[in-house]
T-cell receptor, first 112, second 113 residues
Framework: EDQVTQSPEALRLQEGESSSLNCSYTVSGLRGLFWYRQDPGKGPEFLFTLYSAGEEKEKERLKATLTKKESFLHITAPKPEDSATYLCAVLNYGGATNKLIFGTGTLLAVQP | DTGVSQNPRHKITKRGQNVTFRCDPISEHNRLYWYRQTLGQGPEFLTYFQNEAQLEKSRLLSDRFSAERPKGSFSTLEIQRTEQGDSAMYLC???????????FGSGTQLSVL
């Protein structure tokens, strides 16, 4: 069964203190790995898609990387506005299924 | 592109009542998804449509839940005989045919008393 595990559950950083969030996955055939950001009371907002091991994507202070078993979301010199829940999800090639399987997320708090 | 719109934003109901939520997707998207999210959890897949056809339903979707997408445009999700365990955020998302990049609405927060 496809599974996504994110760690840590929560992370508190000082402004400017870089860190990484982890997403480990088990999937029969990975079609894509997705990172989303979710603010309180809102729906998830798309950040990145990664398709193959070794791939990297960057957006402002965020960089996502992918290996065969996990993905990392690196946050460089974060600002308070980066505070949110970061969700990882996978999409597989299996059968007729076409649904994203989400992890439980990492709640990031960046203090000024 | 006005984004995915969901109504209402909040719904409070008593146990046993029926509720209906509406989702208006991005107009050029032919796929529409419903997810459910509880506090501290990631979104859980409920069902999806390609145009007006409902192609997949989760085992989470009991017979009290029904979703429609008439004419392949907006969609409704109805929950009959609500239970306290139905309390959650109900999220709608839409995408192009490849089903990869999903655009989510802000959700409908359901509270069953």
């Amino acid at each position: 069964e496809d599974q996504v595990t994110q760690s840590p559950e929560a992370l508190r950083l000082q402004e400017g203190e870089s860190s990484s969030l982890n997403c480990s996955y088990t999937v029969s055939g990975l079609r894509g790995l997705f990172w989303y950001r979710q603010d309180p009371g809102k729906g998830p907002e798309f950040l990145f898609t990664l398709y193959s091991a070794g791939e990297e994507k960057e957006k402002e202070r965020l960089k996502a990387t992918l290996t065969k078993k996990e993905s990392f979301l690196h946050i460089t010199a974060p600002k308070p506005e980066d505070s949110a829940t970061y969700l990882c999800a996978v999409l597989n090639y299996g059968g007729a299924t076409n649904k994203l399987i989400f992890g439980t997320g990492t709640l990031l708090a960046v203090q000024p | 592109d006005t984004g995915v719109s969901q109504n209402p934003r909040h719904k409070i109901t008593k146990r046993g009542q029926n509720v209906t939520f509406r989702c208006d997707p991005i107009s050029e998207h032919n796929r529409l998804y419903w997810y459910r999210q509880t506090l501290g959890q990631g979104p859980e897949f409920l069902t999806y449509f390609q145009n007006e056809a409902q192609l997949e339903k989760s085992r989470l979707l009991s017979d009290r839940f029904s979703a429609e997408r008439p004419k392949g445009s907006f969609s409704t999700l109805e929950i009959q005989r609500t239970e306290q365990g139905d309390s959650a955020m109900y999220l709608c998302a839409s995408s192009w045919t490849d089903g990869e990049k999903l655009f989510f609405g802000s959700g409908t927060q359901l509270s069953v008393l």
